[in-house]
């Protein structure tokens, strides 16, 4: 009976609400509706489907319209929590006409003028706002309750609901600042709206078996559930808009700055959490790209209008704090963007330009920091909080075994390469000097990376954290690596990179997880680190020859600064190295020593000859006595050549270490360099000016003048 009674007095209030033409009597009718408790689905269905009519698809023009449609959204908002399964496509077309009506009134409402009449109207739409608000996120719960995803037409409606609904919040939140009298009320209502429809999101694609739909998108034909295939595509539809429209939140929240960082926080999160659905299936209709570009855009401009900032000020100190107030939000864009990489390595790989650009503008930003003392305090905050971030955008796409061999390969090659057929760099990217060098590093276009001098310090730090990080890399990217050591030669060697190496101090984080420190280290030192960690990571792999052949062919590099970085890498490995590969080193340098062997160039410090006598004297100041002695038993032998004596002399020259001559060889060579220089002597006080037996007139005074210490 009293559900009965319930009928009847709704259809005669519906009746009544109908042939009202006073927009105040039908407010009060509704609110005699809305104390109503109807029991029955159809009952509900019949009072959503006349609430649908109510609702005017004008705006309106005075408080009343709003107010009566405020009361209408109360009576739907009171049976979200109930059963609701015989009538979900109503409540969706009334969210749906809801949303578009206030999207429209709130442009009309921000372009009134501020009297106390229109003032008390954009209170009650505002407060109407917030109520649709609430009802969009009621019914977000209300939906994850159902398991509606094979219902194509609901779906559809639930589509355009949450497409409506979220560009009505779009539109409120870019105005927002207009909305001063409710911003901490609107932004909250936003966030339980959003959080709403991502679960919502979730909850559907939880009952999708998404393995049996990428079977479909394969065109498997043993898929026998054709009809479970089907259902994904709504609900990937769903979570695609729902993505989209995260994105541009995203986006807004972050031109408002720091007033919408929980708004920021939501959105992208959100974004990556449903980009976690579907075992990689929204990639068919998902633009990832777009997403990851857009995450990196915002790193970007951020990072360029500090650096535009700074440039401006350079003699005002940047404090710790300001620092970090600008590189949290960007470590935010670039931790989301290397979550979303780990998972779509290779919608990913597409960017690896845009990926590895942003990676060296960072790098290059935190040297040239670096430089200026004003600006030293944001260098040491950039290496501690955004550069081990940064590196893992790379990361993700170098050890991912989604990316195949050569595409890691021309990655590589891509990155260190001074060639480029891409045109010219614009004379601001070249330019190291003044207030411009700063704003120089982001005013360059990533397809014209190359050219551009002023990301070449960037480039050195992006191939050592390579390098060091050799121990997490396969050794496909090892070998790809190892290919391009020789570029690292030859960019060191240019005017702006060599001065750096040579004289900067760059802030470096040591340690790992809790015990990281921050310290400083001359770049020349973290250049040899990096090389020796790659070295000994190497050196048990079939990486290993590319590494051996690299330090051969550049025995004789013609810079000083890349020949000594070469001497000690030899010094290094011989220290380390077993007792075979050590013997093995030196009997090739010494048939090399041979075969560079001429009288004319034992007199010249940079020539071959010494160059690698100097080398194998400095092996063997680390060799074993048994090894000393063989090399120097073979270059005095009984061979009296010219050759052999033009090597004895030059080891001599070079410092060989007699001291380490077993006692009986020790004394005999002693004996002949004293002999040969007094047989010298004497041919002098002859007048005799014929040269000796290497070749050289005065070898034996050079030989015994660099031998005095071993004697």
Known sequence: MKGSSSGRDLQSLLEAIKSSEVVENRVQLLVELEELDLAEKSEVNSLIESLIILWEDFTCLDISQCTLNKTILHVAAKYLDSDISECLGQFLGLGVKANIWCRKHLKMTLMS?????????????????????????????????????????VMLSLGNFISEQLNLTKDSVSEIKKIHTLVPELLKAVQVALDAVTRLCRVYSDGINWDIYLLKTKEVESITDIKEAENAEPVINMIKCTIEKLCELGVLAADNGGSLVSLLNMSWKGVVTLLQLGNGALAVKVNIAGVIMTLISLANESLRCAAGTWSASLKEMVSVSEAKRIYLPVKFYLINAVRIISQYQCEALSLYKDITHCVIMILTFRISLSKVEPLKSASEVLAEILEPTSLHLLNGLLTSGQVKEEQKFHILDWLFSNDSDLGSVDEVTNNNDGNNSLHAIFSVNSNAMNQAKVLDLGRVALFLHLLKSAPDLEDDVRFGIARKLGWLLDILVNEEVYSSIIALQTPAVNGSGQNQELGYQPMFCSVLHALKTFMIVTSSSPVWGEVESFLLENLFHPHFLCWEIITELWCFMLRHADPDMMNDIVEKLFSLLRHTAAPESVLFPSSHLRKIARLICMFLNYGTELMVDRVYTSVVGNDRSQCSSSVYTALIMEGFPLNRLPEKTRSTAKERIITEYFHFIESMEEKSSEPCASGIYGAPVFALSAALQSL
């Open 113 to 153: 003028t501020e009297d106390s009449e229109e003032e008390e109207h954009s209170s009650i739409f505002y407060q109407l706002l917030l109520d649709l608000l609430s009802y969009s996120s009621a019914s977000y719960s209300a939906f994850a309750r159902y398991p509606i995803s094979g219902n194509k037409e």
